[in-house]
């Protein structure tokens, strides 16, 4: 099993080097580690001066390094995938060109970034991968991707538990809804287990972590915090904030004395905000961080080697979603950190629970012991949005 890294922050604030510098402190441990990059706008190669290409190539004895390429990998790797969901599509009377299969779901195709690093992850050569991503915004698009699109698949198309009984003629019969046909309900099965295998191994925070790379600004220090509550949100877990590009107490420059100001002020509060979660502070250097002797150098003073355990490790974690039986009813506790309680709405309808946080949506779905409960109330304290649920017309299920 690999231990993953995630990276992800707002645009040009160091989610390459960072990244970069781990997986090389990493691969100095004697770990085989991959470096791989799930940004469309690569610049792996630019940062560690040398070609890097959608196909892993080592780096050094215990570093390898690649920039996936969804389109590659979807023809490549995933061929059945692809048969599977054309096959999915027709069957819907969805009739989308070659070229346009996947703007039925906007940045799909960043799910087979996911689905390599899945399938790189299972073929159990790394002890370590590390992952540089795109900006916040695109990240959490695809790290919402694979429980989005099983959530429609088992919405459209019943499959897993129930799929053996569909697609027996006799249980049919005594279903009241139109069932997909068995060839279109078979490729919504293949698809369904892909995401299964990558959801597994991404929300499972005895071995995958997100890190979030920020700096001491305003507007990045919200966005850090927006991010991180939305993380939650989608059950991530993040066991790492890296403030970077700190500028040093310059006594005799009025200029950089006063930003010196302006960013300790934000570090105070980054480091108030994200207490309990490990923060690490990295400082401005006069020259542009680039390729491997200078990210050497960086690794030297920042990420030393008897504290490199301690680094990849999985730090804090615990459970972002629990069930515990209140009165008649359930409480649902699921971590938002950060969230604005007049933001956040909740919804029950049926399996499922919508929540509204902000600008993003989850929908968890529920245990069949709730199907058709009530929202009776919610309480959002202390990060924690706590939702009561009451049995709904037909009482819980058993
Ligand atoms: N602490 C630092 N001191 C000096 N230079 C830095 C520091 N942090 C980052 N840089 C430089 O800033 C540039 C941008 O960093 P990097 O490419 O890692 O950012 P990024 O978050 O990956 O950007 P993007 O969002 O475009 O992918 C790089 O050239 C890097 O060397
Ligand atoms: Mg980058």
């Given at each position: 099993?690999?231990?993953?890294?995630?990276?992800?922050?707002?645009?040009?604030?160091?989610?390459?080097?960072?990244?970069?510098?781990?997986?090389?402190?990493?691969?100095?441990?004697?770990?085989?580690?991959?470096?791989?990059?799930?940004?469309?706008?690569?610049?792996?190669?630019?940062?560690?001066?040398?070609?890097?290409?959608?196909?892993?190539?080592?780096?050094?004895?215990?570093?390898?390094?690649?920039?996936?390429?969804?389109?590659?990998?979807?023809?490549?790797d995933f061929p059945d995938f692809m048969r599977a969901w054309q096959g999915m599509l027709s069957s819907?009377?969805?009739?989308?060109?070659?070229?346009?299969?996947?703007?039925?779901?906007?940045?799909?195709?960043?799910?087979?970034?996911?689905?390599?690093?899945?399938?790189?992850?299972?073929?159990?050569?790394?002890?370590?991968?590390?992952?540089?991503?795109?900006?916040?915004?695109?990240?959490?698009?695809?790290?919402?991707?694979?429980?989005?699109?099983?959530?429609?698949?088992?919405?459209?198309?019943?499959?897993?538990?129930?799929?053996?009984?569909?697609?027996?003629?006799?249980?049919?019969?005594?279903?009241?809804?139109?069932?997909?046909?068995?060839?279109?309900?078979?490729?919504?099965?293949?698809?369904?287990?892909?995401?299964?295998?990558?959801?597994?191994?991404?929300?499972?925070?005895?071995?995958?972590?997100?890190?979030?790379?920020?700096?001491?600004?305003?507007?990045?220090?919200?966005?850090?915090?927006?991010?991180?509550?939305?993380?939650?949100?989608?059950?991530?877990?993040?066991?790492?904030?890296?403030?970077?590009?700190?500028?040093?107490?310059?006594?005799?420059?009025?200029?950089?004395?006063?930003?010196?100001?302006?960013?300790?002020?934000?570090?105070?509060?980054?480091?108030?905000?994200?207490?309990?979660?490990?923060?690490?502070?990295?400082?401005?250097?006069?020259?542009?961080?680039?390729?491997?002797?200078?990210?050497?150098?960086?690794?030297?003073?920042?990420?030393?080697?008897?504290?490199?355990?301690?680094?990849?490790?999985?730090?804090?974690?615990?459970?972002?979603?629990?069930?515990?039986?209140?009165?008649?009813?359930?409480?649902?506790?699921?971590?938002?950190?950060?969230?604005?309680?007049?933001?956040?709405?909740?919804?029950?309808?049926?399996?499922?629970?919508?929540?509204?946080?902000?600008?993003?949506?989850?929908?968890?779905?529920?245990?069949?012991?709730?199907?058709?409960?009530?929202?009776?109330?919610?309480?959002?304290?202390?990060?924690?949005?706590?939702?009561?649920?009451?049995?709904?017309?037909?009482?819980?299920?058993?």
């Amino acid at each position: 099993m690999s231990r993953i890294i995630i990276f992800t922050g707002k645009g040009g604030v160091g989610k390459t080097m960072i990244s970069s510098a781990h997986a090389l402190s990493s691969a100095s441990e004697g770990k085989k580690t991959l470096l791989v990059s799930t940004d469309m706008a690569h610049n792996l190669g630019d940062f560690l001066e040398m070609k890097i290409g959608s196909d892993i190539i080592h780096v050094n004895e215990y570093l390898d390094a690649a920039e996936l390429d969804p389109d590659k990998i979807m023809r490549e790797d995933f061929p059945d995938f692809m048969r599977a969901w054309q096959g999915m599509l027709s069957s819907s009377g969805v009739k989308p060109s070659e070229q346009d299969q996947f703007t039925v779901i906007p940045g799909m195709e960043s799910l087979f970034s996911l689905m390599k690093i899945t399938q790189i992850e299972e073929s159990g050569v790394y002890d370590r991968i590390i992952v540089d991503c795109a900006p916040t915004g695109e990240t959490l698009s695809m790290l919402k991707l694979p429980e989005l699109l099983s959530w429609y698949l088992e919405k459209f198309f019943p499959v897993g538990r129930v799929a053996f009984r569909i697609l027996n003629p006799v249980t049919k019969t005594f279903l009241k809804v139109e069932m997909p046909d068995k060839d279109a309900m078979y490729d919504a099965e293949k698809i369904y287990v892909e995401l299964t295998k990558v959801q597994d191994l991404l929300k499972d925070d005895s071995r995958t972590t997100v890190r979030l790379v920020c700096t001491p600004e305003k507007m990045v220090v919200e966005e850090t915090k927006r991010s991180f509550m939305y993380l939650n949100l989608y059950h991530y877990h993040v066991d790492g904030i890296y403030i970077n590009r700190i500028i040093p107490e310059l006594e005799d420059n009025e200029f950089f004395l006063k930003w010196y100001k302006i960013q300790q002020d934000y570090i105070a509060e980054l480091e108030h905000v994200f207490a309990g979660i490990p923060t690490m502070k990295l400082r401005w250097y006069p020259n542009e961080v680039k390729g491997i002797n200078a990210l050497d150098q960086f690794c030297d003073e920042n990420l030393k080697k008897e504290e490199l355990p301690e680094i990849f490790s999985v730090r804090g974690g615990g459970q972002n979603e629990s069930y515990t039986r209140c009165g008649d009813g359930y409480c649902l506790s699921v971590g938002i950190p950060f969230a604005d309680s007049d933001s956040i709405d909740v919804k029950c309808h049926d399996m499922d629970l919508t929540i509204q946080a902000g600008t993003q949506v989850r929908v968890i779905p529920l245990p069949y012991t709730l199907k058709g409960c009530i929202v009776k109330s919610t309480e959002y304290e202390d990060g924690k949005l706590k939702i009561m649920l009451a049995a709904g017309k037909e009482g819980f299920r058993i």
